[in-house]
T-cell receptor, first 113, second 111 residues
Framework: DPKIIQKPKYLVAVTGSEKILICEQY?????MYWYRQSAKKPLEFMFS???????DNQTASSRFQPQSSKKNHLDLQITALKPDDSATYFC????????????FGPGTRLTVL | GDSVTQTKGPVTLSEGTSLTVNCSYE??????LFWYVQYPGEGPQLLFK?????EKGSNRGFEATYDKGTTSFHLQKASVQESDSAVYYC??????????FGDGTQLVVKP
């Protein structure tokens, strides 16, 4: 069974719309993360959460908002979508924040038209 | 500031040849260093980590030494295989838990 679930696998959106990317982990981890990977840029760290609290935000735009409704959930809401937001978004988790191994999900590929 | 810089790819090698991917970092803190590998269509996965200076990490024939003196963590493998074709990331995690991924180095191994 997959340990980190990301839904949907593929997502197409129109410019200006809003989407939510889902992430659930079943590893019992206390820290969760979001990353973005596009053709133009390599893997970029976006957010880290620990015990459902935001610990680090390296995303410049407030259009990206993580949401943690449960300990093992960290969704990513993206508003006012732009074509430049097209990328694969990876969720990851680790036992604790910091020097622990991170486990990555399979990613959600977002295309904004 | 804090940063990590690694060899710009792609690096193309023939099977059986040796690999070195350079990684240099800058920080005034005491980092933990990682190498992650990403195969096509998948998320990155841990290759190995080294939490302490002057120690070596290794896995699947890959190795790197955390050299605090030169602030480097170069990835090496004596003999690459076609299955090693992937993107390799050098990662810095600081004592304040901030995470820095290098830009990744794509390795292409030809048979």
């Amino acid at each position: 069974d997959p340990k980190i679930i990301q839904k949907p696998k593929y997502l197409v959106a129109v410019t200006g719309s809003e989407k939510i990317l889902i992430c659930e982990q079943y590893l019992g981890h206390n820290a969760m993360y979001w990353y973005r990977q596009s053709a133009k840029k390599p893997l970029e760290f976006m957010f880290s959460y620990s015990y459902q609290k935001l610990m680090d935000n390296q995303t410049a735009s407030s259009r990206f908002q993580p949401q943690s409704s449960k300990k093992n959930h960290l969704d990513l809401q993206i508003t006012a979508l732009k074509p430049d937001d097209s990328a694969t978004y990876f969720c990851a988790s680790s036992q604790e924040q910091g020097g622990a191994e991170q486990f990555f999900g399979p990613g959600t590929r977002l295309t904004v038209l | 500031g804090d940063s990590v810089t690694q060899t710009k790819g792609p690096v193309t090698l023939s099977e059986g040849t040796s690999l070195t991917v350079n990684c240099s970092y800058e920080t005034k803190q005491y980092p933990t260093l990682f190498w992650y590998v990403q195969y096509p269509g998948e998320g990155p996965q841990l290759l190995f980590k080294v939490p302490k200076a002057n120690e070596k990490g290794s896995n699947r024939g890959f190795e790197a030494t955390y050299d605090k003196g030169t602030t480097s963590f170069h990835l090496q493998k004596a003999s690459v295989q076609e299955s090693d074709s992937a993107v390799y990331y050098c990662v810095l995690v600081l004592s304040n838990n901030r995470i820095f991924f290098g830009d990744g180095t794509q390795l292409v191994v030809k048979p």
